[in-house]
């Protein structure tokens, strides 16, 4: 089966410390993953809007960029990055959190819409909707007024160990991904993610 060329991992997040451990830097601490298992070493640089670190992949060179416009602008930074390098849309792959799945889930796709994210929002407004994204379940708390305080509040130390253990599941299908192809990589990646345990109901 034919590999699925990668060249640039967009992780979406909120630049500064306050946002740091939120669960809406998911997609930042995934690619802050990668860069350490890899060695890669972000640098910041103003004409991408964005810190930016290169990695060998797959048996590919790889880009990792992480915007540091604020999420709802992430896709200048992403725009400015794909037409500086010239880079084809459909090899360029974005992790963010995901309010649909539960913590500890993580869900590989090509295309499709942006279900309320405002940073794919900004994204698909730059440059189209053809190309991959990874999703990290954060979880719904449930109740829509609550939505901007669940993301922007750090998870409890059960649910970040889920989320973790999903990102390094992710980690794990991006060779996959690269050298056998899309179907080939969801396939393992859907097959083995943990949900978060959902907790006993009270005896009576």
């Avoid at 998911?26 to 809007?49: E, I, N, P, Q």
């Avoid at 819409?113 to 954060?138: E, T």
Wanted: proline residues 6%.
């Amino acid at each position: 089966m034919a590999g699925t060329p990668l060249s640039l991992i967009v992780g979406l997040g909120n630049p500064g410390a306050e946002h740091q451990k939120t669960c809406h830097n998911a997609g930042f601490w995934f690619v802050d993953a990668l860069a350490d298992r890899t060695g890669a070493v972000f640098r910041s640089d103003s004409k991408f809007h964005g810190a930016a670190a290169n990695c060998a992949l797959g048996g590919r060179s790889v880009w990792l960029l992480k915007p540091l416009t604020y999420m709802n602008r992430s896709g200048l930074a992403v725009s400015a990055f794909v037409n500086y390098f010239k880079i084809d849309v459909a090899e360029v792959l974005v992790v963010y959190d995901e309010l649909d799945l539960p913590p500890g889930t993580a869900r590989l796709k090509f295309g499709g819409g942006h279900a309320g994210h405002n940073g794919m929002r900004d994204v698909i407004g730059h440059i189209g909707d053809g190309f991959w994204r990874l999703r990290l379940g954060i979880g719904h708390p449930g109740d829509k007024n609550q939505v901007i305080d669940h993301v922007l509040d750090r998870p409890s130390p059960e649910e970040e160990r889920a989320i973790r253990t999903a990102i390094g599941e992710g980690l794990d299908i991006l060779p996959l991904l690269i050298e056998h192809g899309g179907e080939r990589a969801m396939n393992q990646l859907h097959r083995r993610t943990p949900l978060v345990e959902t907790p006993a109901e009270p005896k009576t």
